[in-house]
């Protein structure tokens, strides 16, 4: 029998889900319950009901974990940008190993799986840690307002201060927020499609304290832009970079296709260990450079290095992996779709005098068959997709290419247990190590190694 809208029904949690929700069952059926923890139990009132689930929301705590904490952030149920600030870190990391149990459970055939899964690797201080924020802007009752929408709504919630945000970045948005109201500029309306300024996206070189700021606008014309660089320049002599993004598009990408620099340089610098990168408005870059050196010195002790090794690091935005890897291995060669990340992985390789790191544009499914025929085959892959996991194309690459190891960087589980199940023709996983790049949210990253049968 199925539970219906309104109902109330008694549950214990069982787990938390790959969104950070609580998992409880009622008769066989399956309920997601945001903010709901392992092992409380709890009244909930259904608000949705699927074909294989339904969704309630927590009416009632009867028995309350004792991970519970009290979520600092005075927005944290508002906004929807964290998921577990309720939990303690503690808690956090345990239900994060559980996260990528259950996705090799659901779509994997991972033998030994609980040995093979090691402990997540966590910050010491999960706060203030993401260096680039992209805000949304918007007017309410005539004033400029910046921030997330709302979980599950289209409503803006204004953020004036983000305990997982970089203070920096948040510094420079209220700023400019204050400048767009100063100016009179205009602001983007969604509804109406009518409106010039659409998003602020701000970026921290954390090493360097260099900061980049690019407004999003809907047209190229910017009226009042001599002003406005004049009083970003005044208030905050900090930002080194300030650029404007096109995007006129009726979607929920930021970024559209033309970038212009307004004043300043193009790229800012941000330092890893003793690799310097310079980063342009579009490159990706790991949100959270504390735990990037510890994930990618996991990748390194993964690849298992002598000096000689061929590696591929395929998916390689601004060539970060493959240049940490680069001082002990023979050579690294990448790819990557988006030109702007290889130009800059390409000057990143230059400046660091790697001459043993080349990057081109294009995937790996195309270039590898064509680096094979040519005598060049590879040793080590480094794969680290999108959400969305590998194309199928490239697992079936790798699977005709046979390197000896393959070392997969995942912030996803779903797509990584079902990558590795194709992989797992021909490879074997030999560890998983859950990083934590993402502290209060329910991301969860991973280093997978799997080695040619």
Known sequence: ????????????????????????????????????????????????????????????????????????????????GCQLQHLSYEGQLRAKRDIVVQAFERHGNVRNLEKKLE????????????????????????KVIAGLYGANSHRLININECIVQRPETTKVINNVKQILQDLKISIYDERKRKGLVRTIVTRIGVSTGEVQLVLITSKEELPKKDLLIQEVKKRLPEVKSIMQNVNGQKTSLIFGDKTFTLDGKETIEEVLGDLSFDLSARAFFQLNPTQTVKLYNEVKKEAGLTGKEKIVDAYC?????????????????????????????????????????????????????????????????????????????????????????????????????????????????????????????????????????
């Open 317 to 453: 935005g601004v060539g970060t992996i493959g240049l940490w890897l680069a001082d002990e291995a023979g050579e690294i060669r990448g790819m990557d779709v988006i030109e702007d990340s290889i130009v800059d992985a390409n000057k990143n390789a230059k400046a660091k005098g790697y001459d043993n790191a080349h990057y081109v544009v294009g995937k790996a499914e195309y270039w590898m068959p064509k680096w094979v025929k040519e005598g060049w085959k590879p040793d080590v892959i480094v794969i680290d997709p999108p959400r969305t996991g590998c194309d199928e194309k490239l697992l079936k690459t790798i699977l005709d290419v046979k390197p000896k190891k393959v070392v997969y960087v995942s912030c996803n589980p779903s797509t990584l247990a079902k990558d590795v199940k194709i992989l797992t023709k021909l490879y074997k996983v030999e560890r998983i190590q859950p990083v934590d790049m993402f502290p209060q949210t329910a991301h969860v990253e991973s280093v997978t190694t799997l080695s040619l049968k």
């Open 119 to 142: 402990q997540t690797i966590g910050m010491e201080e999960p706060w203030k840690y993401r260096n680039k924020a992209q805000f949304q802007v918007g007017l309410l009752k005539g």
């Open 1 to 80: 029998m199925k539970v219906k809208i309104g109902q109330h029904v008694p549950l214990t949690i069982k787990r938390l889900g790959i969104n950070g929700e609580g998992v409880g069952y009622f008769k066989k059926q399956v309920v997601f319950v945001p903010g709901a923890l392992p092992n409380e139990e709890v009244i909930a009132e259904i608000t949705n009901v699927k074909h294989k689930f339904a969704e309630g929301r927590v009416k009632r705590i009867r028995k309350m974990s004792d991970e519970r904490v009290k979520a600092p952030c005075p927005i944290y149920e508002k906004c929807g």
